[in-house]
Antibody
């Protein structure tokens, strides 16, 4: 079955970086893109960026420009999201989702909890 | 920056029709999607391209989009439909989510 499986819980210190992985299975990885969305505790969904698994093209939310990097490894069908210079307000659940622009995010990972605390 | 506005909460009685709106400048010129999220779970796509239902989504979920407003309609609302709902659209190569609407079935 089509699924996205994300890496596990992360606890980080302020100022450090985190890299979350998202492994795809059950479909042709390069035929879709991957969006990353986060949700702070008790808050709504926030889009961070999108990457094409076909050619690596990226679109980033302005808020995260320069602080986030999205990459893919087609040999392992895995997408990665790296967020740098972590702050306490980056504490959130981070999701990856399969997406073709304008077709919606039709498959979601289980979420990765990232806690930033000194 | 482009913004999508949703009512924070909507209430509906079981069996009745629930309507959740999403407003944005010329939203009707873009494609709108809707997601359902239950507590502690990942979101689920329920409507894409304004009015299309993914496989497995019940027919009671429908959508429309015109002018500045997209609407998610749930006909014959069931207790299991109680959840947070988010609209989403692309604008200038970036995606936006609405703030979310908590649907209460009572």
């Amino acid at each position: 079955q089509v699924q996205l499986v994300q890496s596990g819980v992360e606890v980080k210190k302020p100022g450090t970086s985190v890299k979350v992985s998202c492994k795809a299975s059950g479909y042709t990885f390069s035929s879709y893109g991957i969006s990353w969305v986060r949700q702070a505790p008790g808050q709504g969904l926030e889009w961070m960026g999108w990457i094409s698994a076909y050619n690596g093209n990226t679109n980033y939310a302005q808020k995260f420009q320069g602080r986030v990097t999205l990459t893919t490894d087609t040999s392992t069908s895995t997408a990665y999201m790296e967020l740098r210079s972590l702050r306490s307000d980056d504490t959130a659940v981070y999701y990856c989702a399969r997406e073709v622009p304008n077709d919606g995010m039709d498959v979601w990972g289980q979420g990765t909890t990232v806690t930033v605390s000194s | 920056s482009y913004e999508l506005t949703q009512p924070p909460s909507v209430s509906v009685s079981p069996g009745q029709t629930a309507s959740i709106t999403c407003s944005g400048d010329k939203l009707g010129d873009k494609y709108a999607c809707w997601y359902q999220q239950k507590p502690g779970r990942s979101p689920v796509l329920v409507i894409y391209q304004d009015n299309k239902r993914p496989s497995g989504i019940p027919e009671r979920f429908s959508g429309s989009n015109s002018g500045n407003t997209a609407t998610l309609t749930i006909s014959g609302t069931q207790a299991m439909d109680e959840a947070d709902y988010y609209c989403q659209a692309w604008d200038s190569s970036t995606e936006r989510f609405g703030g979310g609407t908590k649907l209460t079935v009572l």
